[in-house]
C-alpha cells in the first residue's frame, strides 16, 4: 500500500496502542510530560506526533493534544494538492510518450492484409503479436487451444503471459480437447493456470485454434498448420468468432486439474460415453475421441450395461437411444 498520510492515519487508528495513548493524554487535560511516557509506550507516540495529534513543547518537555479536526483538514488539504499534482502530471503522460508512440505508429509491420485483417506469417511473429495484444487489450481473453503435445518452453512461456495478464486484472477462460487430461506438460500448465485464476474446460469434439482479446479483436488460423495468423478487428466478424467460443464454452466440461496435476485422473463423465455410445460410436472410437484408455471407457460401459440391464454393447446402445433420455446420471 502507498504511504500517504491517511494511509498513516488510518494505521494509527487501527493502532490500539496510538489510540489508547491519546485518549489517555485527554484524560490528563490534553497535556503529558515525555517523562510519564512508558518505553512501551514510546512507538505509540512516534505515530501520534508524526501524524501532528501530539505535538512536542520543547521547553519543558512535554507533549500536548491537538484537535482531530485541525489534523484532519491539514491531511485532506495536502491529499487534494497531491491530487491536483498527480492529475496534472497523469494529463502530461500522453505528450511526454507523443513521440513513441508515433514512432510505434509507423513503425514497418511484418503484417499483410486489407483494412480489418492483418495476416502474420511465423510462429515467432505471432507470439511477438499476441504479446502485444494482451498490453493494449487487457480486460478479457478468450482461448481456443486445441490439442496436447505443446514443449515445455511454450508452455512455461504460456504460463508467464497468462501470469501477467491476470495479475494487470484481466480475466481469461481458455478451452483444451479432452485430450489434454492425458498430457502432463498441459495438466501441469492447467494446474497452475487455475490457480492463478484461469478458467479450463475441456471439449470432446475438435475444434479450431483462435484468441479473442476484449470482444474487439480476434486472432485466427490463416494456415492449417499454424505458421500464419489473421488479426481481425471488424466487428461483425470478432462478435462471430466470440459467439462460436461462448457456444464451445456452454458444451464443454469443467476438470478438476489438480488431481491429475497431483497423480490421480479425474473420473470421465459418463454422460458423455453414454451419449456417444447412443450415437453409435464404438468403444474404441470413445477412447480416442475423449483422449481416454480403453480400459477406463470399457469400465464405465460396464457400468452402463448393470443400469441398462445390457448383455452387449449393441443392446445397450439401441436401449440408450429408445429411452426417453440418452444419457445416464453418473
Not at 148 to 157: H, K, P, Q, T, Y
Not at 255 to 279: C, D, F, K, M, Y
Not at 301 to 310: K, W
Amino acid at each position: 500500500m502507498t504511504d500517504t498520510p491517511a494511509t498513516r492515519l488510518s494505521a494509527t487508528l487501527q493502532d490500539a496502542a496510538a489510540r489508547a495513548l491519546y485518549l489517555a493524554v485527554l484524560r490528563e487535560g490534553g497535556r503529558v510530560r515525555a517523562a510519564e511516557v512508558g518505553a512501551q509506550d514510546e512507538p505509540a507516540l512516534r505515530q501520534l506526533v508524526d501524524l501532528g495529534l501530539l505535538v512536542p513543547q520543547l521547553m519543558d518537555g512535554s507533549y500536548s493534544a491537538v484537535d482531530p479536526r485541525a489534523v484532519g483538514r491539514r491531511i485532506g488539504t495536502d491529499l487534494r494538492r497531491t491530487g491536483t499534482r498527480l492529475l496534472v502530471e497523469a494529463d502530461q503522460v500522453p505528450d511526454l510518450l507523443r513521440e513513441l508512440t508515433h514512432a510505434y505508429d509507423t513503425a514497418p509491420q511484418r503484417e499483410t492484409g486489407r483494412a480489418g485483417t492483418r495476416i502474420i506469417t511465423g510462429k515467432s511473429e505471432i507470439r511477438h503479436r499476441l504479446e502485444q495484444l494482451t498490453h493494449t487489450h487487457p480486460d478479457e481473453s478468450l482461448t481456443a487451444q486445441p490439442g496436447a503435445g505443446r514443449s515445455a518452453d511454450v508452455l512455461a512461456e504460456s504460463l508467464t503471459r497468462t501470469r501477467r495478464y491476470l495479475e494487470r486484472g484481466g480475466t481469461m477462460r481458455c478451452l483444451f480437447e479432452a485430450t489434454a487430461r492425458t498430457d502432463a506438460p498441459a495438466v501441469g500448465y492447467a494446474a497452475d493456470a487455475t490457480r492463478l485464476g484461469c478458467a479450463i474446460r475441456v471439449l470432446e469434439h475438435p475444434f479450431k485454434r483462435f484468441l479473442v482479446f476484449d470482444r474487439t479483436v480476434a486472432v485466427i488460423p490463416a494456415a492449417p498448420d499454424y505458421t500464419s495468423a489473421a488479426v481481425v478487428d471488424d466487428p461483425s466478424t470478432v462478435a462471430f468468432v466470440v459467439d462460436t467460443f461462448e457456444q464451445l464454452w456452454q458444451r464443454a466440461e469443467g476438470v478438476n486439474w489438480a488431481s491429475p496435476a497431483a497423480g490421480s485422473t479425474e473420473p470421465p463423465s459418463r454422460r458423455q460415453i453414454a451419449r456417444l455410445l447412443a450415437q453409435g460410436l464404438t468403444q474404441r472410437a470413445i477412447a480416442t475421441r475423449m483422449g481416454l484408455g480403453e480400459r477406463t471407457v470399457a469400465a464405465h460401459i460396464a457400468r452402463l450395461r448393470e443400469q441398462y440391464d445390457a448383455e452387449t454393447l449393441f443392446q445397450l446402445g439401441w436401449q440408450m437411444r429408445g429411452a426417453r433420455t440418452g444419457e445416464s446420471g453418473g
